[in-house]
């Protein structure tokens, strides 16, 4: 149950038409190219796929989307979040029928609060499928913090939970959450700028950003970093760092999506209330991209 969540996952962003409609052709046609440039399976809906600006329609149509694109050659994850536990149930279910092999779990949007009310609403997720799951701890995003000791509960309780995803961008909880659960979870690594240090301390995934627009050298990385060829790693880490650092800033979603444009595969078009970069910080933006891509390894 655990091997959908080795290896790059790409948190796919979401397209969108002139019109700021779901563009489900370019989705679909995304979602193969990752594949066929090495990514393992593909995470929709998430942070990075701008699902808080998604209706429930919305989602459950990229879902349908890209099962279509994808068939039976690598997973699609669906992220589960939402402002109610009733809603995040919801999407859990809509997922399974539409063909997703794994659910990413978030806390509720907005409201975070103590470990009884936090845990209860994880756990009516994963009482409402039998698909494998990984849990998601962005404590900088979402203010919880979902701590070793309460995965470990989480994980004793519900077999089908399978991985973690850990943004806390601190390399040391991914050597906490081996010291006390051991191999019974998965770990990867959700935040691009820590993914080297994340395998060395026992990472075995990658949700990925970056990916979106760079697969191949995404690939590159994690495959050098996880056999050992530190050479290798170093140098294309350093390469890449520039922009693996735009995943960790709260215009994140713009940055990657103008990474994809001027790397041609897709466009920076965001929803609002995010807004495409302007000015002095897309010039300083442009100038890091074009930079990188200019210097790209062979």
């Known amino acids: 149950m655990a091997t959908i969540w080795k290896g790059v996952l790409p948190a796919i962003t979401t397209p969108f038409t002139k019109s700021l409609a779901v563009d489900h052709e370019f989705l679909a ?3 193969a190219w990752l594949v066929e440039h090495g990514a393992r399976g593909i995470v929709a809906l998430g942070s990075l796929g701008e699902g808080a600006t998604l209706s429930f329609e919305e989602k459950a149509a990229v879902l349908e989307t890209l099962a279509g694109a994808l068939g039976r050659r690598a997973p699609l994850v669906a992220a589960v979040s939402a402002l109610s536990t009733a809603e995040a149930v919801r999407i859990a279910k809509t997922a399974e029928r539409a063909g997703c092999r ?6 509720p949007y907005v409201y975070s609060t103590d470990w009884r009310e936090m845990k209860a609403h994880v756990a009516a997720v994963l009482r409402a499928t039998g698909l494998s799951c990984m849990l998601y701890n962005n404590p900088i995003a979402y203010r919880t913090d979902f701590v070793p000791e309460q995965v470990a509960e989480l994980a004793e309780e519900f077999p089908q939970l399978a991985a973690v ?3 806390s961008a601190d390399v040391r909880r991914v050597t906490a959450l081996r ?6 979870l998965e770990l990867a690594v959700g935040v691009d700028d820590l993914i080297v240090e994340g395998i060395e301390a026992g990472a075995a995934g990658w949700v990925a ?3 979106n627009a760079l697969p191949v050298e995404s690939v590159r990385l994690f495959e050098a970093a996880r056999r050992g060829r530190r050479a290798e790693a ?3 880490y350093r390469w890449f760092l520039p922009l693996l650092r735009m995943d960790t800033v709260p215009k994140f979603v713009q940055l990657i999506k103008l990474c994809q444009e001027v790397a041609g595969i897709g466009s920076e078009r965001v929803r ?3 807004l495409v970069l302007a000015g002095a910080e897309r010039r300083a933006a442009l100038a890091t991209i074009e930079a990188a891509l200019a210097a790209r390894p062979r």
């Open 29 to 31: 046609r995304h979602a």
């Open 102 to 107: 794994g659910l990413m779990i978030l806390p």
């Open 165 to 167: 995803k850990e943004s």
């Open 179 to 184: 010291a006390v659960l051991g191999d019974r």
């Open 209 to 211: 950003g970056l990916v």
């Open 234 to 236: 170093d140098a294309l």
């Open 272 to 274: 609002p209330p995010r």
